[in-house]
C-alpha cells in the first residue's frame, strides 16, 4: 500500500463536508420554492434594505478595524520594545482575553451596558440620568474592539519583534531622527504584522451575528444577523444561502485585496 | 526624559490592561455578591454558585460540550494525522490541491460554514437517510473545522523529518504500517499533541458552527448566548467566573509544559 493512499480517507472528508455543503448553499441561491433556477433570491439581496445592511455591516467592520489598529499598534509597538522586553507576562496579558469564549466576553460588556448595567447604576447613584446604552450602534462597536484587540495586537507584536534591529540603527547612523525613522523604517517593516492583524479583525467582525445581536438588541443588524434571521426564524433557505453568497464574495474581496496591499508594500520595501 | 517616556507607555499599556479586564473583573466580583443588584455590594455569598448545579440545561451543556469536543478532537487527530502523511508522499500537484482545500473551512465565515452544513444535513435527513440534528451532527461539523487544524500541526513535522528515514526503516525490514507506528508518529508526536490542543480549543470554544448543526442539542455556548438574549443574570456570572479560571489554569498547564519542553 502507498502512503499517499493514507490521504483518501482525509479527502474524502473535505470533499464531502466542505464542498457539499457549499454546493447546497449555491443551489438554495439559485432556485425558487420550488426547486426552479432563478436570479431572483439575488436580485433581492441587492434591494435597498439589504444594500443598507451590507454597507452597515461593512462600515462597523471598517471602524472597528480602525480602532483596533489604532489603540492595538501603540500597545504592540510599546509591548515589543527594549522598556518593557523584561515584562513578558503583560504581553501574555493582553492576549489571553482572547482564550475566553467570546460570548463570555460578550456578556461581561452587557454587564456593564445594560439599561441597569453597571455604568448606569454608577450614574444614577450619582444623581446623573441614566443614558441608553446597550442597543445603540455604539454599543456593538464597543463590543467589537473588546472582542477583536487581542488579534490585532498580536500580528503586529510579532512583526515590529522581528524587525532587524540593524536595519534600524543603520537609518539612525545615517542621520535621521526617531520620527522619521519610525515612519520610513519601523512603520513599513511592520506592514505584514499590521495587514494580518486588519484581517483577523475585519473578517470576524464583518461576519458576526452575536455581537450585534446581543449589544445591539436586535435593533442594529448586520449581515450576519440578516441570515440567521432568514434560516433560524423566517426559515427562507433561498434568500438566507443568497446572502451568504453575498458574504463570501465580500470576504474573498477583502482578502484578494489585502494580499495585494501586502505584496506592493513588501516590493516597494525590497526596492528600497 | 527619558523615564518620562517610559511612564507615558506604562501608562499607555494600563489603560489598555483597564479597558480589557474592567468588564471580566466586574463579572468575577459580582459573582459573589449576595444580590442581584449590579451597583450595590450586598455581602458576600456563594449562592450563584450552588444555584448552578441545580441548573439541568446548564449541566446537560457542559456534557455536551466535553463529549463533543474529546469525540471531534479524537477523531480529527487520527483523520489529519493519517491525512497529513498521504499529503506529504503524493504527487506536488494532488497535495497542493488538498492544501488549498483544507484552507477552506478556516477561511470560510463560520456562519457560512454553519448554515451550509445545516442544509446538507436537513437534506439527507429528509431524502437519504435518518440523520436527526443533534449531539451526531454537532461532532460531524466540528470534526470539519477541527481537522485542519490537526493537519496543519503535524505537516511541518513531516516536512521537517529526514526522507530516508522511512526508507530506512523499509529496507531494515519493517512493514509500510510498521513504518508509520514505529518510525513516523513517534517523529511528528509534538505536532500531534499540538493539533491536538487547538482542535480541541476550537471545540469547546465554538459557537457559531454548533449553533447551526447540533439541532436542540446545546453546548455552553449556545446556551450563553440564548440566556444572554433574554438578559443578564448572577448565575451566568458564576458560570463565566468558573470557565474563566479554568481556561487560565489550562493555559497555565500548558505553558509550564512547553517551557519545560523546551529546556529539557
Known amino acids: 500500500m502507498k502512503r499517499s493512499f493514507f490521504s483518501g480517507p482525509y479527502a474524502l472528508w473535505m470533499v464531502l463536508f466542505t464542498i457539499f455543503p457549499l454546493i447546497f448553499v449555491a443551489f438554495y441561491a439559485l432556485t425558487d420554492k420550488n426547486g426552479a433556477f432563478t436570479f431572483a433570491n439575488l436580485a433581492q439581496g441587492f434591494e435597498n434594505d439589504y444594500m443598507k445592511v ?8 471598517l471602524e472597528c478595524t480602525a480602532i483596533c489598529l489604532l ?9 515589543a520594545g527594549k522598556d518593557f522586553s523584561r515584562h513578558k507576562s503583560l504581553f501574555v496579558l493582553i492576549l ?3 482564550w475566553m469564549n467570546f460570548l463570555l466576553r460578550t456578556y461581561a460588556t452587557m454587564t456593564l451596558l445594560e439599561d441597569t448595567g453597571v455604568i448606569n447604576s ?4 450619582l444623581g446623573m440620568q441614566p ?34 534591529e540593524r536595519v534600524i540603527e543603520a537609518a539612525q547612523d545615517l542621520g535621521a531622527n526617531p520620527v522619521r525613522v519610525f515612519f520610513r523604517v519601523k512603520l513599513p517593516l511592520s506592514v505584514p504584522g499590521i495587514i494580518s492583524g486588519i484581517s483577523m479583525v475585519f473578517m470576524p467582525s464583518v461576519t458576526t451575528f452575536a455581537i450585534s445581536r446581543l449589544l445591539g438588541s436586535g435593533m442594529i443588524h448586520m449581515l450576519g444577523d440578516t441570515i440567521e434571521n432568514q434560516f433560524m ?20 474581496l477583502s482578502m484578494g485585496l489585502l494580499n495585494r496591499i501586502d505584496i506592493n508594500k513588501s516590493e516597494r520595501t525590497n526596492n528600497w | 526624559m527619558k523615564r518620562f517616556f517610559k511612564g507615558l507607555k506604562g501608562s499607555y499599556i494600563a489603560l489598555v490592561l483597564l479597558f480589557l479586564y474592567s468588564p471580566i473583573a466586574i463579572m468575577i466580583i459580582l459573582s459573589f455578591n449576595e444580590g442581584k443588584s449590579r451597583a450595590n455590594w450586598q455581602g458576600f455569598s456563594l449562592k450563584w454558585y450552588a444555584s448552578l448545579l441545580d441548573n439541568s440545561k446548564l449541566m446537560d451543556a457542559l456534557e455536551v460540550t466535553l463529549i463533543v469536543a474529546f469525540a471531534a478532537t479524537l477523531a480529527s487527530v487520527v483523520l489529519g494525522t493519517l ?6 508522499a503524493c504527487k506536488k500537484k494532488y497535495s497542493t490541491a488538498l492544501i488549498n482545500l483544507s484552507y477552506l473551512p478556516m477561511t470560510m465565515p463560520d456562519i457560512v460554514t454553519g448554515v451550509s452544513l445545516m442544509m446538507m444535513m436537513v437534506f439527507i435527513n429528509k431524502y437519504l437517510f435518518t440523520l436527526p440534528r443533534g449531539m451526531f451532527t454537532m461532532i460531524l461539523a466540528h ?10 500541526s503535524v505537516l511541518p513535522k513531516l516536512r521537517q523529518m529526514d526522507p530516508n528515514t522511512y526508507e530506512a526503516a523499509l529496507d531494515l525490514g519493517c512493514t509500510p504500517m510498521e513504518a508509520i507506528t514505529d518510525v513516523i508518529i513517534p517523529e511528528i508526536k509534538p505536532g500531534i499533541i499540538t493539533g491536538a490542543l487547538l482542535a480541541l480549543t476550537m471545540s469547546l470554544d465554538d459557537f457559531v458552527i454548533s449553533y447551526f448543526t447540533g439541532g436542540y442539542v446545546q453546548n455552553l455556548s449556545v446556551v450563553v448566548y440564548s440566556a444572554a438574549k433574554l438578559g443578564v443574570t448572577p448565575d451566568m456570572y458564576a458560570m463565566s467566573t468558573i470557565m474563566f479560571v479554568t481556561v487560565l489554569t489550562l493555559l497555565i498547564v500548558v505553558n509550564k509544559r512547553s517551557t519545560l519542553e523546551s529546556i529539557s
Not at chain 2, 83 to 88: F, K, S, T
Open chain 1, 122 to 125: 454608577l450614574l444614577e447613584k
Open chain 1, 131 to 164: 443614558k441608553k446604552l446597550i442597543g445603540t450602534r455604539g454599543a456593538v462597536l464597543f463590543g467589537m474592539v473588546y472582542n477583536y484587540l487581542p488579534f490585532m495586537v498580536l500580528p503586529i507584536h510579532t512583526s515590529v519583534k522581528k524587525m532587524d
Open chain 1, 233 to 252: 426564524t423566517l426559515n427562507n433557505w433561498q434568500f438566507g444561502s443568497a446572502l451568504s453568497l453575498v458574504m463570501m464574495a465580500l470576504i474573498l
Open chain 1, 54 to 61: 451590507l454597507w452597515r455591516s461593512i462600515r462597523l467592520a
Open chain 1, 71 to 79: 489603540l492595538g499598534y501603540p500597545c504592540a509597538y510599546i509591548l
Open chain 2, 143 to 152: 470534526i470539519t473545522f477541527d481537522t485542519p487544524y490537526v493537519l496543519f
Open chain 2, 83 to 88: 491525512g497529513a502523511i498521504g499529503i506529504h
Open chain 1, 96 to 98: 489571553l482575553p482572547m
